[in-house]
């Protein structure tokens, strides 16, 4: 899984990206989302904030009150500091466990959405850092325009986090957003062409397309090849009896294997007599999401049916992009 943190200045256009990200394929972990739900009622981290900053932060019903608490803390450091070593942790603790599930699961691409990833925590732990960036001019228009704030308190939320200048040099991918939404659209799509590709290449290995013969299948199998290639993974093919899969499963060493009815048997032997080293699928009318665990996520080619041979599921998962 290739694990990215992405953050952003106030009014920069990361929650813009995000989204796109979100329904371009990736998994998504939303700090804020995080930060929110350890902060409901009745839990330990908002009692140690009532505890620190007053009961007056607190609304009526017992939950929150944030306009309150922005208050005490907006340009306080040494406020801000201690509220952030209160929820912080109990945020973190809680994105490691939801990093392990999707890991688990098997997903490809994981986002973390950190608008305070520099000031807060170790960048380092991620694989990828994007920063999405916009001129302090431009941010401050955006904050007038959208949240009908005055110049002096878009200022004072502009100051409250740390330059963009000392986080651009520390980020692998920088896009500036600057001009329209649909430059930036286009900024990010490459962009995450390029993260999809790195997955893939880093994470999965190759897929071995087995057919009886060149014209076996052919449509299907190049519709399954044009998906994988795309997504930046390694496809090989076989084409024969036993002993012609045999020797292309020893040489391409798969992640996966998929297989044409005519090749069925021929593959399923080879396979067997490996070890099943991989799980093996079969072209199918079945298309049940479940069982087809190597072809979950669409990259922009129609879907091709498998279905998994029996007894595989007891090898390692095989989900590909």
């Not at 110049?151 to 651009?168: G, L, S, T, V």
Request: with cysteine; proline share 5%.
């Amino acid at each position: 899984m290739l694990n990215v943190a992405l953050t952003g200045n106030i009014a920069a256009g990361k929650s813009t990206v995000v989204d796109w990200f979100r329904d371009w394929g990736a998994t998504v972990i939303d700090a804020d989302v995080l930060a929110r739900e350890a902060q409901a009622p009745g839990s330990e981290v908002l009692a140690a904030i009532a505890g620190k900053f007053g009961a007056d932060v607190l609304a009526a019903d017992g939950s929150l009150d944030r306009a309150a608490l922005r208050a005490k803390v907006m340009g306080d450091d040494v406020a801000l500091s201690s509220l952030n070593a209160i929820v912080h942790p109990a945020v973190q603790q809680r994105r490691v466990e939801l990093q392990r599930v999707a890991r688990d699961r098997g997903d490809a691409i994981l986002v973390n959405d950190i608008p305070l990833l520099f000031e807060a925590l170790d960048p380092d732990v991620f694989d990828v850092i994007v920063l999405v960036d916009a001129p302090v001019a431009v941010r401050r228009t955006r904050l007038r325009a959208l949240r009908g704030l005055s110049n002096d308190d878009a200022d004072r939320m502009i100051a409250a986090q740390m330059p963009a200048e000392r986080k651009r040099t520390r980020s692998h991918h920088v896009l500036d957003n600057a001009g329209t939404l649909k430059e930036l659209e286009a900024k990010a799509r490459a962009l995450f062409l390029t993260l999809r590709k790195q997955a893939a290449g880093e994470q999965t290995g190759t897929l071995l397309l087995c057919a009886a013969d060149a014209k076996d299948s052919a449509p299907l199998l190049d519709a399954i090849a044009a998906r994988y290639d795309d997504a930046g993974v390694t496809v090989a093919r076989a084409a024969g009896k036993t002993p012609a899969i045999a020797k292309a499963l020893q040489a391409a060493m798969p992640r996966a294997m998929v297989a044409t009815a005519a090749a069925a048997t021929a593959a399923r032997a080879a396979w067997t007599d490996a070890g099943r080293p991989c799980p093996l699928f079969h072209l199918s009318p079945d298309p049940d999401p479940i069982a087809v665990r190597l072809d979950l996520r669409p990259w922009g080619h129609e879907r091709v049916a498998l279905s998994e041979e029996d007894g595989a599921g007891l090898a390692p998962r095989a989900d590909l992009v």
